[in-house]
């Protein structure tokens, strides 16, 4: 079945500095999402890539899709406290069942 | 809205006892999923439904484990006898098909979770 990959699993950014974290299916997918779980909380929906080649922009987060739409990946510019959780890569092919990646789990240091 | 809604928050139960989790979805969506989280296996989905018909349970562990949505605002997940090993952070989550003709497309909205205790 779809498998989605994730890296890296934990993610320690000073402050101000850029990090990015990638996400990989085993097959092609019709789409991908992304969400946040904060600790403690549930995860929360904050894009959506359907296009190849697509890249999309949330103030400080940038998505892209990749060509063969069997990657994507997050960057996140001049890191915040606000920014500590955990991210979700999830995967799609054509139908609602979403394959989601390890996660990528976030901590600042200030 | 207030969002999916979940029921308990959390469950301390003993190994052999009934569980069962209850989960309302939000208003107007006609897709619901019920998901475990656990750091060994992370987001693992169990079953999905559309329309209060099971549509996939492939990801459903085992007998002990059971689904039912007899209405659009209400379904649950039971499992019969628990385990120690369903210790986990059980999600419901809704959507509604956004899909165009050539994208498809939905968002899924996660409840607050149910954290199992199986002792």
């Known amino acids: 079945g779809q498998q989605v990959m994730q890296i890296p699993q934990y993610q320690h950014v000073q402050e101000g500095e850029d990090f990015t974290t990638y996400c990989n299916s085993s097959?092609?997918?019709?789409?991908i999402q992304w969400y946040k779980q904060r600790p403690g909380g549930h995860p929360v929906f904050l894009i959506q890539?359907?296009?190849?080649?697509e890249v999309k922009k949330q103030k400080r987060l940038t998505f892209q899709f990749g060509e063969a739409k069997k990657n994507s990946s997050l960057h996140i510019t001049a890191t915040q406290t606000t920014d500590v959780g955990t991210y979700f890569c999830?995967?799609?092919?054509?139908?609602?069942?979403?394959?989601f990646g390890a996660g990528t789990t976030v901590t600042v240091r200030a | 809205d207030a969002g999916v809604i979940q029921s308990p928050r959390h469950e301390v139960t003993e190994m052999g006892q009934e569980v069962t989790l209850r989960c309302k979805p939000i208003?107007?969506?006609?897709?619901l999923f019920w998901y475990r989280q656990t750091m060994m296996r992370g987001l693992e989905l169990l079953i999905y439904?559309?329309?209060?018909?099971?549509?996939?349970d492939s990801g459903m562990p085992e007998d002990r484990f059971s689904a039912k949505m007899p209405n659009a605002s209400f379904s649950t997940l039971k499992i019969q006898p628990s385990e120690p090993r369903d210790s986990a952070v059980y999600f419901c989550?809704?959507?509604?098909?956004?899909?165009?003709?050539?994208?498809?497309?939905?968002?899924?909205?996660f409840g607050p979770g149910t954290r199992l205790t199986v002792t």
């Open positions: 989550a809704s959507s509604s098909d956004l899909s165009t003709g050539t994208t498809f497309s939905y968002e899924q909205y």
């Open positions: 097959t092609t997918l019709s789409n």
């Open positions: 439904f559309n329309n209060n018909v099971p549509i996939d």
């Open positions: 208003s107007g969506h006609d897709y």
């Open positions: 999830a995967g799609s092919s054509n139908d609602y069942k979403l394959s």
């Open positions: 890539l359907v296009k190849s080649g």
